[in-house]
């Protein structure tokens, strides 16, 4: 990927077309890629869902390639080459097949609050 995403890294008002998709492209990275279980990848792709929101540059492309694993960068940079080319319509497609094609991580902030849940749900049946 690399050249073309390169050139916008940090011209980010023109990414995604408007808060909502960039919210589902967020949702996606946090939920289905972001495993707290691998820390340091984690921070990074969680650095990126930011990185989407804010003026300034949260993290780069080159800390994404050092950190995040092959497989997921991948991922990202289908991602990326519809966002260089102002894509909307090819996002929304990129959202819809990792929504369905990549199931929301299991990590430890999911089990845990899992039990919760059902620690709440037996106090509740007692």
């Known amino acids: ?3 073309a995403i390169l050139k916008i890294w940090n011209e980010k008002e023109a990414w995604f077309q408007d808060r909502a998709q960039a919210a589902r492209v967020g949702a996606i990275v946090v939920e289905r890629l972001a495993d707290d ?6 921070s ?3 650095r990126l869902k930011w990185h989407f929101h804010m003026g300034y540059e949260e993290v780069s492309y080159a800390e994404l390639q050092e950190y995040v694993s092959e497989e997921k960068m991948k991922v990202l940079d289908e991602l990326f080459v519809h966002i260089a080319n102002k894509d909307y319509a090819g996002i929304d497609d990129w959202v819809e097949w990792y929504e369905s094609e990549l199931p929301i991580v299991e990590d430890r902030w999911l089990q845990e609050n899992r039990l919760i849940e059902i620690d709440q749900y037996s106090d509740e049946a007692s």
């Open 37 to 42: 279980r691998v820390q340091e990848e984690c």
């Open 44 to 46: 990074y792709l969680m």
């Open 1 to 3: 990927m690399g050249p």
